[in-house]
């Protein structure tokens, strides 16, 4: 089974530097997407960014990219000037990419159990 | 196009109470997904169902039940409710046409079971 890991509860960043939340996975497949989720008081659940693991290339939204390292099976999520909307808990998530029994994608989406990110003004 | 939409935001139940939670996409996805959220925990999954009339089981089904009779619609069932079950609720859907098939969440409901 796949697990996926936030070793970092809690992170703090400057209003308008960096920072870099850590994700790691366990997995025996070649064929699987990467997520990363906010979610902000709230409580939606807003997708940030995503990444297939068939592409070398690492994704960016705007101030948000990936550093994904297929090998090592990490997959940070880098924040750039950072803003006081950033705060929020940030989850990484797995899905693989075989078909379900079904023929459709699927279904099984595996979370971390986030990091709380703090943007100190 | 209001996404994924969920009622109620906020229930306190009493022990051996039901009810059902709602939930309603109006993106035309064939898959949908309920979700709980226990505190300093990641998402886990109750039910799951990728098109009406086909329903199954997640991680935590227990204590649950579903039924998808039409694209739009997901209601989840809480029958006998127990203080287990104080967490909060997310249903979500997606395309279910693979690739990497986002999912998209609702607001969540904040149920607590006393």
């Known amino acids: 089974a796949q697990t996926v890991t936030q070793s970092q509860p809690e992170m703090s960043v400057q209003e308008a530097e960096t920072v870099t939340l850590s994700c790691t996975y366990d997995t025996s497949e070649s064929d699987y997407y990467l997520f990363w989720y906010k979610q902000p008081p709230s409580r939606q659940m807003i997708l940030v960014i995503r990444q297939e693991a068939y592409k070398q290339q690492n994704a960016t939204e705007n101030r948000f990219s990936v550093n994904f390292q297929k090998a090592a099976k990490s997959f940070s999520l880098k924040i750039s000037d950072s803003q006081l909307g950033d705060a929020a808990m940030y989850f990484c998530a797995y899905r693989s990419g075989g078909r379900s029994n079904s023929g459709g994608s699927n279904y099984k989406l595996t979370f971390g159990k986030g990091t709380l990110l703090t943007v100190n003004p | 196009n209001a996404g994924v939409t969920q009622t109620p935001k906020f229930r306190i139940l009493k022990i051996g109470q039901s009810m059902t939670l709602q939930c309603t996409q109006d993106m035309n996805h064939n898959y949908m997904y309920w979700y709980r959220q226990d505190p300093g925990m990641g998402l886990k999954l109750i039910y799951y169902s990728v098109g009406a009339g086909i329903t199954d089981k997640g991680e935590v089904p227990n204590g649950y039940n579903v039924s998808r009779s039409t694209t739009e619609d997901f209601p989840l069932r809480l029958e006998l409710a127990a203080p287990s079950q104080t967490s909060v609720y997310f249903c979500?859907?997606?395309?279910?046409?693979?690739?990497?098939?986002?999912?998209?969440f609702g607001p969540g409901t904040r149920l607590t079971v006393l």
């Open positions: 979500a859907s997606s395309y279910g046409r693979g690739g990497p098939d986002t999912q998209y």
